[in-house]
């Protein structure tokens, strides 16, 4: 039987009873956002655990991708000062905006991330910035958006970044099924018209483009890794024995999280590209 130390106690029990608030919160609102809630109450939990070790309660808390601000009230529950940004689709519906103004969460409405301009005034700011289930979903050349995260990040500050591990057996085999009976490679047809846009996965890394990813940025970010399994243990059947055997492989493990840290204050090295009208001559 697994004993938990002080320490790990005092953790778990502020877990527990921020997870109780944020779950009174939403049954109390009856804003339609109860099942999304259910569906991804573990993820938060782990992501509010590990931001725990890398960054003390008390510290600032930029919440990209916000959406329902489940994440972003956890996370204020534990006692950090967090400021939240989604697109208006979300940050601006009446229920979370009400659910902001509860629980003294700023929430600001983006809607053009890829610019780079966005949180003037906040440089330099954010102990940890928390970006998770994002990166899967961008659609643009994301060396602006980076830019101004580097930005907003102190020097010495946290990056907490979760994402679909591209390794994991399930996306391999399909991808590589659908290249021998020569559909295709990437996401199917299927999803692309039956989805809304920004729930589509347009590329799932590995841990190695994720190192190679943050090298490109800065010299300044240091990249640690881990794997992790998303499927539940109390899952049954013969998917979900083999699933727990191959997740016995870390590389192979459903989802990655990473914790960049800005090390130190070199610069940001990646330069946008440009169109052959917008490039200066030579």
Request: aromatic share 10%; net charge neutral.
């Amino acid at each position: 039987m697994l004993t938990l130390g002080a320490e790990e106690l005092v953790v778990a029990t502020h877990l527990a009873q921020a997870v109780a608030a944020l779950a009174r919160t939403v049954e109390g609102q009856h804003g339609g956002d109860d099942n999304y809630l259910q569906g991804q109450i573990t993820r938060y939990m782990r992501a509010a655990a590990r931001i725990a070790e890398v960054c003390p309660a008390g510290g600032k808390v930029l919440d990209i991708g916000s959406h329902y601000l489940h994440q972003s009230v956890l996370l204020r529950e534990l006692g950090y000062e967090v400021v939240g940004m989604d697109i208006g689709l979300f940050a601006e519906a009446g229920f979370v905006v009400e659910r902001a103004r509860r629980h003294d969460i700023q929430n600001f409405a983006v809607n053009a991330i890829e610019s780079g301009e966005f949180l003037p005034g906040l440089e330099g700011q954010f102990d940890l910035i928390v970006f998770t289930e994002i990166l899967e979903h961008i659609t643009f050349n994301p060396v602006r958006f980076w830019a101004r995260v580097y930005e907003l990040l102190k020097p010495g500050g946290v990056i907490y970044l979760s994402t679909p591990n591209a390794l994991r057996p399930a996306a391999f085999v399909r991808q590589l099924l659908d290249l021998l009976r020569l559909r295709g490679i990437g996401i199917g047809l299927d999803e692309i018209m039956g989805s809304v846009t920004y729930g589509h996965h347009w590329k799932e890394y590995s841990a190695w483009e994720i190192r190679r990813y943050f090298a490109l940025l800065s010299p300044d970010f240091d990249v640690g890794i881990r794997w992790y399994s998303s499927e539940s243990p109390d899952a049954r059947g013969v998917k979900a024995l083999l699933k727990r055997a191959i997740a016995k492989v870390p590389m192979f493990r459903s989802d990655i999280e990473a914790v960049i840290v800005r090390r130190g204050s070199l610069g940001f090295s990646a330069r946008p590209p440009q169109l052959p009208m917008h490039a200066t001559p030579a």
